[in-house]
């Protein structure tokens, strides 16, 4: 690769976050933090407008419910690959729960079932909205069970 | 949908994001901020370990290129959804520049030539490493011209 390539893409990352050229493992492990944050906030915003149909606060819309549960369907696969840095040694402002860690094959399954219950959901969107709701509610079940278990409570 | 599974829902996102419930516009624009922040954190998590291919300081990993190249091209098009709602009015730590959204088409536009790179290099990556660098400057190029344009240089 030429050096000219390499010296845009340095200036990219150094740009885009310091994650990757971090000096130290404090500085890693924060931005660890702030990636996962951050995934979970775009899970969020997706998830958000269902909620509110589901709360009768926006018309029921099938069509966002399939695509915004399709993103939310490849969103959550991501959870173990940004969850794998262990952090629990690092002094964070993080929910996430130490015991992530230690029951992690555990942690990655209750994602991979939220990632299935986003999936199922998109494709009750062409069954009309009772269909949609019921597995809206089982997305939101799969949600809080990990939660419960791995996020601290407030 | 029964009240039971509201209030676990509602429970869920007052938890997750104040988004979705925010009272005030000041508070939905700060998480928009936030929100297409974090995507932009999660594409440098994927972005970051091919780039230390690149600088040859890890050993090439076509599997690695091919799996994150496919993360990245999935995150990239949800761009235009998050930076949709035009924060320009309001006062936020972000480097977002307010000509995105007098320029919305070009901005989006230029996301989607990113996602295109990106789904060409998880292609690549089956092609050995010489095609993959190529096509991982390319996406780099790619990145580099919303960045020039859209973001402000530090």
Partial sequence: MSKTILALLTALLLTTSTAVLAASADERAQ??????????KVVARYFGPIFLMAREQIPYDGDVVKANAEKIAVLLPMIPDLFAADTSAFD????ALNNI??????????????????????A???????????????????CK?????YRQQN
Avoid: I
Wanted: one cysteine or more.
């Fill in 31 to 40: 931005t660890a933090a702030e990636t996962r944050q951050g995934l979970l």
């Fill in 92 to 95: 964070l402002e993080t929910e």
């Fill in 101 to 122: 860690w230690e029951d992690l094959d555990d942690f990655n399954a209750k994602a991979q079932t939220s990632a299935e219950k986003a999936s199922a959901l998109a």
């Fill in 124 to 142: 009750a969107a062409a069954n009309g909205q009772g269909a949609a709701m019921q597995a809206f509610g089982e997305l939101g079940g799969a």
């Fill in 145 to 149: 069970a990990c939660h419960d278990n």
